[in-house]
């Protein structure tokens, strides 16, 4: 089982300023299987980025996806309020069939 | 407008059972496969279980197999998850996905279960 590590576990910023989240799996992963997630509290998960670097629909460019391998990157070039959130990575296994998720990164306010 | 919708979640002691529904409208709900994702309390997210269009398929998170059964009702556009033999680490939101490929790409609003004698 794929194991996906995400650091740091929080990050303090402030609007304007460039985010970058990281996470690591535990074995290689195909690109096309790893996927990003924001979450607001008391709000259900959204899709963001897909297939490690590919934005889902409405997903403003400020965000971007890249990485390959074992390690993959989340950029938010530069934070704005709306932003502050927990960022989760996600990749699918093909054998067996199965959703991993990170930990999760919280973004918060400086 | 994509919408999922879930219920009958609740609190249910130690061993008890639990039916979730997720009505889903706003698109062709035969057409894709759906899943269900669950977030225990101040914790991640961790996906449950999986089923295909027809419900040939269905694949299940090893804490959950053979105490949790997905399935569909694709006349009445509905998913459900019934849990049996819950357990209080089984305490989260619910929530009901459709998948994209290899991702999720809508998701409910979840309903909370809650195992708790």
């Known amino acids: 089982e794929i194991v996906l590590t995400q650091s740091p576990g929080t990050l303090s910023l402030s609007p304007g300023e460039r985010a970058t989240l990281s996470c690591r799996a535990s074995?290689?992963?195909?690109?096309?299987?790893l996927a990003w997630y924001q979450q607001k509290p008391g709000q259900a998960p959204r899709l963001l980025i897909y297939?490690?670097?590919s934005r889902a629909t409405g997903i403003p460019d400020r965000f971007s996806g890249s990485g390959s391998g074992t390690d993959f990157t989340l950029t938010i070039s530069r934070v704005e309020p709306e932003d502050f959130a927990v960022y989760y990575c996600?990749?699918?296994?093909?054998?067996?069939?199965?959703?991993?998720f990170g930990q999760g990164t919280k973004l918060e306010i400086k | 407008e994509v919408q999922l919708v879930e219920s009958g979640g609740g609190l249910v002691q130690p061993g008890g059972s639990l039916r979730l529904s997720c009505a889903a409208s706003?698109?062709?709900?035969?057409?894709?496969?759906m899943s269900w994702v669950r977030q225990a309390p101040g914790k991640g997210l961790e996906w449950v279980a999986n089923?295909?269009?027809?419900?040939?398929?269905?694949y299940y998170v090893d804490s959950v197999e053979g105490r949790f059964t997905i399935s569909r009702d694709n006349a009445k556009n509905s998913l459900y998850l019934q849990m049996n033999s819950l357990r209080a680490e089984d305490t989260a939101v619910y929530y009901c996905a459709r998948r994209m490929g290899a991702f999720f790409g809508y998701w409910g609003q979840g309903t909370l279960v809650t195992v708790s004698s």
């Open positions: 996600q990749q699918y296994g093909s054998s067996p069939r199965m959703y991993t």
């Open positions: 074995q290689s992963v195909s690109s096309s299987y």
């Open positions: 089923i295909k269009q027809d419900g040939s398929e269905k």
């Open positions: 297939g490690a670097s």
């Open positions: 706003g698109f062709s709900f035969s057409s894709y496969w």
